[in-house]
C-alpha cells in the first residue's frame, strides 16, 4: 500500500493533509512535512542546489519524488528523466510539468545517462551495506562513459551517542515505516552511509568516490566516477 503517495496526494490536490508519520527502527515516530517535498530553488538546501548546478547531459533523477529537482533541471533545459517507485508521485510528477516521469524501479532499467542524481538521502533506499554494493554494480550499466553519480548521505553516528551501536550490522542501517490516517504500509530499509565507507565500496565495485560538499552537519555530497 502507497501510504506515502496518499499523503503526498491529499497534500497535492487539497493543500491539506493529515500527519504522515515516519515510524523507525532507533527511536520515536517522527513527523514528516510533506511542504518539504514540493519545495522550489529558493527552499533547497546549497548541497542540492550545488547538486543540480553540476548535471550535465542526458540526466536520470532517482527516486524524484513529486520532481522538484527535475522540474528545476528542465528549466534550465537539461535533459532529464525522473523515476520512483511511487505511482502517486509519479502521477504528481507529470501534473506539475515534469515531461519524462515513469513508475521504474531502477534495478530493472536500462538505458545510459551522462549524470544520475539521487537527493534527500535518495542512496538511501539501497537499504544495507550489501544492497549499495549491489547498486553500484547495476549503475554501471547505466551511465556513460566520462559520467557521474551523484548524491548525499549522512553518516548518523551521533544518534549512538548515548547508546552502544548495533552489534549484529553496520550502524547506519536502519528500518522505516509511514503511517497515514491509521494506515501503515510495509517496513522497509534504508541506510546512511559515512564518508570512508563509501569511498571503500566504490573502490571495490570499480568507482572513483569523491568529497564534493560538506554542510558542516553530518550531511555530504558525493560524486562517484567511473574508474579508467
Known sequence: M?????????IYRTGEADTLWLHNS???????????????????PVLELEALHMCNGKVLDIGAGVGS???LLQAFNIDVTAIDIS???????????VKKAFVQDIFTYEEKFD???????????????????????????????????????????????DMPKPQNQY??????????????????????????TIKQIAAETGWNAELIFD???DQYLVKLTLKA
Open 69 to 71: 529537482h527535475a522540474l
Open 171 to 196: 550502524y547506519g542501517e536502519v528500518a522505516y515505516q509511514y503511517e497515514y490516517k491509521g494506515e501503515k504500509g510495509s517496513w522497509f530499509n534504508w541506510i546512511y552511509i559515512d564518508e570512508e
Open 26 to 44: 532507533y527511536g520515536e515516530p517522527e513527523e514528516m512535512p510533506l511542504e518539504f517535498f514540493f519545495r522550489d530553488d529558493e527552499d533547497m
Open 2 to 10: 502507497d501510504v506515502f503517495g496518499k499523503a503526498l496526494t491529499d
Open 115 to 161: 549524470t544520475i542524481i539521487m537527493l534527500m538521502n535518495g542512496i538511501g533506499l539501497t537499504g544495507t551495506l550489501p544492497g549499495f554494493k549491489a547498486f553500484l554494480i547495476k549503475l554501471k550499466d547505466l551511465i556513460n562513459p566520462n559520467g557521474q553519480v551523484i548524491f548525499d548521505s549522512s553518516d548518523i553516528a551521533y544518534l549512538y551517542e
Open 87 to 97: 505511482e502517486a508521485a509519479v502521477d504528481i510528477m507529470k501534473d506539475r510539468g
Open 215 to 217: 554542510d558542516g552537519e
